[in-house]
């Protein structure tokens, strides 16, 4: 009966400790592979290379959500561009951390020095 009791106890307290806990940003693997355009805000279209050209994605996000790119993008992006209508915050760090680079629709086909290959994660809002 007291074992029965203590487990109980532990998987509540376990339960409610994973209910409290922070959300930490989504990675972007989750994003781009997103079946349901109609569950997300917009998309941010990312390029490893100038002009739209290399290995790209276009990368489904929902407004305020903080997403953290992984291979192939973390640190390679060399152009990208939101869909009309939003604003993009891009940052030099994971979970939307560092120094940072903005872009509205068409977005940028080319990333100046200090940005170029070093973005990690991002952020949109409504335009």
Known sequence: MFFKFAFGALATAAASMVAVSAAPAVDVAASVSSPDSAQVDGHLFVCTDNNFTGVCANVA?????????VSPFQDTISSFGPDSGFIC????DNNCQGLTYTAV????????????DAISSFQCFHN
């Open 61 to 69: 996000f929902n407004v305020d959500q903080c997403i953290n790119f």
């Open 89 to 92: 915050i891009t940052y030099t």
């Open 105 to 116: 629709a068409p977005g940028f086909s080319s990333l100046p020095s200090g940005i170029n």
